[in-house]
């Protein structure tokens, strides 16, 4: 079963940093389109950030200028740099990998929790 696995989450200060991590398999990795989204309580899960397996990215117009996504090919794994955080980036970060197809297959993290908070 193919699993993202997720990190980094926490509870950070007005204009603070952190940065959260997805980790999956090669064969995932290697191919699928890789993301981030988030779900504020009583509101849908929107997108944050993706990223190609070329290297193309695109992000919510709310997070440009303050977020990074990247992959580190190296490690399997996506990373979300989060600077200048605001409360209303409040939310449950989920992980997503999207075969580049129409319709292709989706697969989602667990969920990490960033809260915003002085």
Not at 22 to 49: E, H, N
């Amino acid at each position: 079963q193919v699993q993202l696995v997720e990190s980094g989450g926490g509870l950070v200060q007005p204009g603070g940093s952190l940065r959260l991590s997805c980790a999956t398999s090669g064969r995932i990795f290697s191919i699928y389109t890789m993301g981030w989204y988030r779900q504020a309580p009583g509101k849908q899960r929107d997108l944050v950030a993706v990223v190609t397996r070329y290297g193309s990215t695109n992000y919510a117009d709310s997070v440009k200028g303050r977020f990074t996504i990247s992959r580190d090919n190296a490690k399997n794994t996506v990373l979300l740099q989060m600077n200048s955080l605001k409360p209303e980036d409040t939310a449950v970060y989920y992980c997503n990998a999207r075969y580049p197809v129409s319709g292709g297959a989706t697969i989602w993290g667990q969920g990490t929790q960033v809260t915003v908070s002085s």
